[in-house]
């Protein structure tokens, strides 16, 4: 046994459960180990050569991925004499992994330029480039392991922060929040003039419901959202929430033709929405989405756009939503109350189904769920409707109210962490991912800065005018 595990401390990491040791003479890493060690390149780099023969030279191996897709996004490599190339890597045990995975029918693989391998028994053909590393660690594979247990594998190493990260930690720290401060309200009143700019063609309600739905989308299904919002006037011409649900079902494509014999219960439910849905098909018949518009893969029960659209018909079925946040708004709100203040707002339901289930699919649950968990509450806050109580405001000649929504802005506790914030914190603060921010808008900020710069950029910040701004900046005596 390697010595570090045969102290006690050593045994009280074992029996943690935490961690994955491998024996010496252990022959093949988990994936997850295989991954760390690109991130970090624990690799002889010189010796690097891809399966058919030109050397490999990685600029930057790209950042982890933890959502769908390819492992690391954003790498840059150079292959032999060509270019260097700015693109996705894909990590793999084994070379028939390609084709076994599905990567090569997978659009969200058509950006990898290399895919890493632990070992290649034969040649793959008609993927990407392929560079085999099973004889290239720079250590044996218990020592890659154990330096996994002991370091976080998946933080973003020091040599790979930004080159803004040096000048930012410079700063100090009420310098960094006051930055990341006026990012924020760069973030707020562009979302604000969004809005203006919307409500100019559609109206101030419009406006918001396209605002509320396309928040609902999450990620992944914002734009079929919106177009959902955008037919509103033409579906929600009924207070019933379950005749809405028929319809805004039926339009977006989401309402299944059958469940299984297991769900009495959703059998019921779904025969009382399509018992709607079939009266009234004809009349929406020009305004049906495919179900491919939407983005199901790899969703959160939670998040999946049936329950969204749930929520949708009961806001738009009581009718009073805008005229609540206006309400809202114009209230005293303590900070410790702002979240749940406005949950409260925007909390529907019950709903007979949907507290129950999560999904059409899905067995009833033990308890029932609200529609909208508190996590979203922030998200549709900094958002949508801050942006929009504020511009409102403003377009009334009220400056105390728009003033009043900009501090609330500013005091909103931080919202749920994401893959964007966790990789900015790193590269760009220089903190560990796991240490948060400490407020939503400290979170809008830094995304705008990775939207301002880094999106312009590549992963080693070529050209990138941040670094020299804040030095100018802390030069000129603000910092
Ligand atoms: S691209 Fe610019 S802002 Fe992004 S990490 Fe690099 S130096 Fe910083």
Redesign the pocket.
Known sequence: MHPVWSSFYGQWRLRSGGLTVLRENQDCPPERLLQSIWLHQRLCRERLKTVDGREVRVLHPGFHNREGGPDFKGAVIQLGDGPAETGDVEVDLQASAWKGHGHDRNPAFGRVILHVLWESPRAPGGGPPTVVIREALDAPLGELSLWLGSESGFDLPADL?????APLSQLAETEVTGLLHQAARVRLLSKAARFQARARQAGWEQSLWEGLFRALGYKHNVWPMQRLAELRPRWTESAEPLTLQARLFGISGLLPAELSRAHKGADLYLRRIWDCWWRERDQFGDCLLPRSVWRLHGLRPANHPQRRLALGAHWSGANRLPADLENWCVREVPRSELVHSLAAVLQAGPDPFWSWHWTFRSSRLSRPQPLLGVTRVTDLAVNVVLPWLLIRAEEGGNAPLARRIEARYFDWPAGEDNAVLRLARQ??LGVSARKGLPGAAAQQGLIQ??RD??DH??AV?EA?K??ALVRDWKGAGRG
Do not use: A, I, T, Y
Not at 161 to 165: I, L, N, Q, T
């Open positions: 922060r930004g080159k803004c990260c590269r760009l800065l990775v710069f880094c950029s590549n910040c990138c941040l670094p």
